[in-house]
């Protein structure tokens, strides 16, 4: 079956490599969230309180076991961006869905770089640096979402 | 007195950037530190279990508190680089000495994320992204010293 366009395009900037990043993780699709990394390189992924994974193998091997349980209702939000020709330096702050949500804690808060190269299939991960938020952050995004709503 | 030149000089790698970074927290210099920042953007800083800090302002404040107690005996290790025209980006392994340290544990392990881009005034830094490494980044380290000695 064919698969959407999106998911093989070459991400033609930063920020379409990002949505596409965190729709694959949405989705639970493997397959589309490897396709946006480099392997030119020896890209690095470290998840929250994990080991420091690298290669592309070992990236997969670990998405695997995030991906274990379903997909990931992740959003990301406040991104901070610095940007040179050819060069993507994203912060974010992720919002994770619990799965087995108490009635007092909805989502998980996750700070996380992204970092983006541009090469001749377009823009892609190198590095993805995870690690947990604090109340801080989470103070931040409340602020932001009563300002909103 | 005169500054030594070294503090002073734009870098002219992301290696000497990198090296002049943890350098200056050796030697408890903040402002030396904060001058390989570049102070283009809003960068980001993210200490092991703090908040995200935006800007040099703020990141400058990070860092005071850091050194209150004095320098940091730090030492990047097994770096990770992917590079581009302009642009770098390091995982370390930071060994950071522990002043009061227990005979256990002599040192506490740290997984860094930076991201250097060159600009006009050389290589700076744009991102710190801390966080603490694991038993999987001890071992590694352990058997690398077990080669070397």
Redesign the interface.
Known sequence: MAQPPSSHAAPASAEAAEAAFYEALQRGDLDALMRLW?DD????C?H?????L?GVAAIRHGFEQVLADGALQVFPERV????????A?H?V?ERVQLADADEGQRYALV?A?N?Y??GPDGWRL??H?A????A??AAELLAQHERLH
């Open positions: 480099s390189d020896e890209p690095v470290v929250p309180g994990g080991p420091r690298v901070v961006r610095t940007v040179a020709l050819g060069c330096v912060n702050l700070l770089t970092v190269l541009k190198v590095l640096h690690s947990p938020a604090t801080h952050e």
